[in-house]
């Protein structure tokens, strides 16, 4: 999953609905910044995943709204995107 560094990797079980995100940054809170193709589309794909519950690398697992933070975390990427 491109967007931390070029190694960096996303494992999303389907069953579960759990994805180990890593350091990915799968959550973006504003617009602003600058996002690799890659990662923008890695993140769609996501979106269109049923996510249940997110582990990250650091930090305390989210279980709330997953779905919906992702696909807003896309809006904020295509938003910065679009005012470059």
């Known amino acids: 999953m491109p967007g931390h560094s070029n190694d960096s990797i996303c494992l999303y079980c389907q069953s579960e609905g759990v994805l180990f995100a890593g350091d990915s940054p799968v959550i973006v809170q504003s617009a602003g910044g600058t996002f690799e193709d890659g990662f ?8 269109r995943k049923n ?17 919906v933070r992702i696909r807003s975390s896309l809006k904020m990427v295509e938003k910065s995107l679009s005012s470059v």
């Open 40 to 47: 923008v589309s890695a993140l769609a794909w996501l979106a």
């Open 51 to 67: 996510v249940k519950a997110i582990y990250f690398g650091h930090g305390d697992p989210l279980f709330d709204n997953c779905n």
